[in-house]
């Protein structure tokens, strides 16, 4: 036997072409497998596919644009209400918005943000900006629900019975100021400052986006 065939012969016997064959079987199923439990698990300390995750951010984001919207075409109304406009229209119109628009998208905008922070690794007790959101979206769920929303109805009745309001400059800064809180959350959500909150042990969170 030569020196080429005696090499050979040594390969052949350090890797059986049996076993060669399993190992390039298995890689790419091994790859797969990994692969799939990676776009199951999602980021580090979620609790949610990345797919349900982008779903429950996607409806966040709409439910607190189009709060905004509704506030600002309130705000829209009653500065007109409070320069003379027609009241019997003006009035009616914002009470409508607020029943059919600002409560159902205050409360799904305050429960969709409360799952962002307690089912993905931002929770709501770990950033500041999470938390300060958290209570500014809170508290105009419930200034919308006691104050602004009832406040409307009692202007659109006032309006129908052909009666003057008493402070319809009341309703301006009611809706003016509901404008200036959801503005207020826009920009922690772009900006996320001040950081991580004095309880929370400093941790690598580069994977938080």
Do not use: N
Not at 50 to 57: D, E, G, I, T
Not at 148 to 157: E, F, G, I, K, R
Not at 159 to 172: E, I, S, T, Y
Request: glycine share 10%.
């Amino acid at each position: 036997m030569d020196r080429g065939q005696g090499a050979q012969a040594s390969h052949g016997r350090s890797r059986p072409p049996d076993a060669h064959r399993t190992a390039e079987a298995t890689k790419p199923s091994d790859a797969r497998g990994t692969a799939e439990a990676r776009r199951f698990r999602g980021r580090p300390g979620s609790l949610l596919s990345p797919l349900w995750r982008k779903a429950l951010r996607t409806l966040h984001v709409i439910s607190s644009v189009g709060l905004l919207g509704a506030d600002s075409a309130i705000l829209a109304l009653v500065i007109a209400g409070w320069r003379g406009a027609g009241p019997v229209i003006i009035y009616p119109a914002a009470h409508r918005l607020g029943l059919a628009l600002i409560i159902p998208l205050a409360l799904l905008s305050l429960t969709t943000g409360l799952a962002l922070g307690l089912l993905t690794p931002w929770r709501v007790l770990r950033h500041w900006w999470v938390l300060l959101k958290f209570l500014l979206t809170a508290a105009g769920t419930l200034l919308a629900l006691f104050v602004l929303v009832p406040t409307l109805d009692d202007a659109a009745t006032t309006a129908l019975a052909g009666r003057a309001l008493a402070d319809p400059f009341a309703l301006v800064k009611d809706s003016g100021g509901a404008c200036g809180v959801l503005i207020l959350t826009v920009v922690l959500s772009s900006y996320k400052p001040f950081g991580l909150l004095p309880w929370v042990p400093i941790r690598e969170t580069g994977h938080l986006t």
